[in-house]
């Protein structure tokens, strides 16, 4: 109200507000991306009619408050900065992009034309959102990549029988000799992980990088993990107009940490082994995700190999085999990373049950199922490519994994319009603006058998004769 900047009227009160809040962002700006939680307080003896605008910048208890542009934000919320760090990254950095703007543009969240294909420390995605959180009741679930519901029954009776066994602390020997055994590597260059998602936090605990870079679009766990350790990774952002492949050369020759997915979530992208052997050099660590790669059929750009000095391959059970409740993973590199992770992993960090379901699931006839749906995942992603195309939907790249990308933008919708539009039609899909590198129009699809695919296909052909 003082100078004009917000459309509101201040006056004095005979009241002191005093309390603690904890708002909700109540759609992209410049400190939070919609949905996101803070804290705060509240301190004054004023207040302002009306209480928000067209944009309120907070949800507090449901109801909006504030006001919030692309250039502005306005409320009575004193932030808690020292609780929420990325706060203040994100305005920094957006004040940054502004300034360096000709002609100012709006900052929302996934907008990262100014970033692509160089390195760039901006940040302003949640990072913590995950497939899950785009499933509801009653919507089919195209949103999670998990292969199957649960484990096979050979599987599950393995997990059970484990149970009883319960009473003792879990020992990961055997596990490790058979991850070992499996990739034909020394055991020393092994850790059983609970999930491959811990590695990362492992990592980012373990290290003390100077630089470190991770490549987006990919699984956003890496760079929330480095972040929530106190470092400030910078970001190497790949284009749809390459297919989301990486050249080397796009790599900053200091970076001391390089993290990338292979082949990459969520774009599908497989990299091939050769390119990223470049990226290999004294004083760098190189850590490759290879969650997706048992869904590749022959593996044939895996990075494990017998010696992997100053590399970390990460390997997760849960897509294949339907273990995402159980946290199943491992863990292979350079046996002096291995050892400093291990050192960073808490005592019996892996279950019984998970380390039984690790080593059954690296036998020579569970290998065999796993090719063999990999084979599978191939013929009907083809099918699921092929539907999409007959419908004017583009899949991004040439994806090699259980799950592809489309870019369902158009100049005459709101963004993300196509992603509510199946969620009436019953249908749940990844949204994409969390990717960091891709906006909300952007959406990643789980492949399913060709029955679910049909039924999405003439769920989107009504969604297009509605809109056409």
């Not at 849960?318 to 992770?341: F, M, Q, S």
């Not at 796993?370 to 999409?388: K, N, P, Q, S, T």
């Amino acid at each position: 109200p003082m100078v004009g900047a917000i459309p509101a009227d201040g006056r004095m009160t005979d009241r002191l507000t005093l309390r603690y809040r904890s708002p909700v962002a109540a759609r992209d700006q410049l400190l939070a991306v919609a949905g996101r939680r803070v804290t705060g307080h509240e301190f004054h003896r004023t207040v302002v009619e009306p209480a928000y605008g067209d944009r309120p910048a907070w949800l507090v208890d449901g109801e909006p408050v504030g006001f919030a542009t692309d250039s502005l934000h306005a409320s009575y919320l004193h932030l808690h900065w020292a609780g929420h760090p990325h706060l203040a990254q994100r305005f920094a950095a957006a004040v940054h992009a502004y300034a360096a703007t000709p002609s100012p543009k709006p900052v929302t969240n996934g907008s990262s034309e100014a970033v692509r294909g160089v390195v760039s420390d901006r940040f302003w995605e949640d990072l913590s959102h995950h497939g899950d959180r785009d499933v509801a009741d009653g919507l089919v679930d195209l949103a999670v990549n998990v292969r199957v519901p649960g484990p096979p029954d050979w599987l599950a009776a393995v997990i059970n029988e484990a149970t009883s066994a319960l009473g003792a602390y879990p020992r990961t020997d055997d596990t490790t000799a058979a991850i070992a055994a499996a990739h034909a590597i020394p055991p020393e260059s092994v850790l059983p992980t609970a999930g491959g998602a811990e590695t990362f936090t492992l990592l980012a605990r373990a290290l003390r990088p100077r630089r470190p870079v991770v490549v987006h679009p990919q699984f956003t766990e890496p760079e929330a993990a480095l972040r929530a350790a106190g470092h400030v990774p910078q970001r190497v952002v790949l284009t749809s107009d390459t297919g989301f492949r990486l050249d080397p050369s796009q790599i900053p020759a200091d970076a001391d940490l390089v993290m990338v997915g292979n082949p990459t979530n969520p774009t599908g992208t497989l990299h091939s082994a050769a390119t990223l052997r470049r990226l290999l050099r004294p004083g760098r660590v190189l850590v490759v995700d290879e969650a997706f790669m048992d869904a590749v059929p022959g593996e044939p750009e895996t990075m494990i190999t017998r010696a992997m000095p100053g590399l970390v391959v990460l390997r997760s059970l849960t897509k294949t085999w339907g273990l995402a409740g159980l946290r199943a993973g491992y863990a292979v590199g350079d046996p002096e990373i291995i050892t400093r992770l291990r050192a960073q992993q808490p005592p019996w960090s892996v279950s019984a049950p998970a380390l039984a379901a690790i080593a059954a699931c690296l036998t020579d006839k569970a290998r065999e199922i796993a090719d063999a749906a990999a084979e599978e995942i191939a013929a009907v992603r083809h099918y699921l490519v092929d539907r999409l195309a007959e419908l004017h939907l583009v899949v991004a790249g040439e994806p090699r994994t259980p799950f592809v990308l489309v870019d369902s933008g158009r100049a005459d919708r709101e963004p993300g319009w196509l992603r509510e539009a199946l969620r009436t039609e019953g249908f749940a899909v990844r949204r994409g603006e969390t990717f960091p590198g891709l906006g909300p129009d952007w959406i990643r699809i789980a492949v399913r058998d060709r029955s679910t695919t049909d039924r999405l296909a003439e769920a989107l052909q009504r969604i297009r004769d509605r809109y056409a």
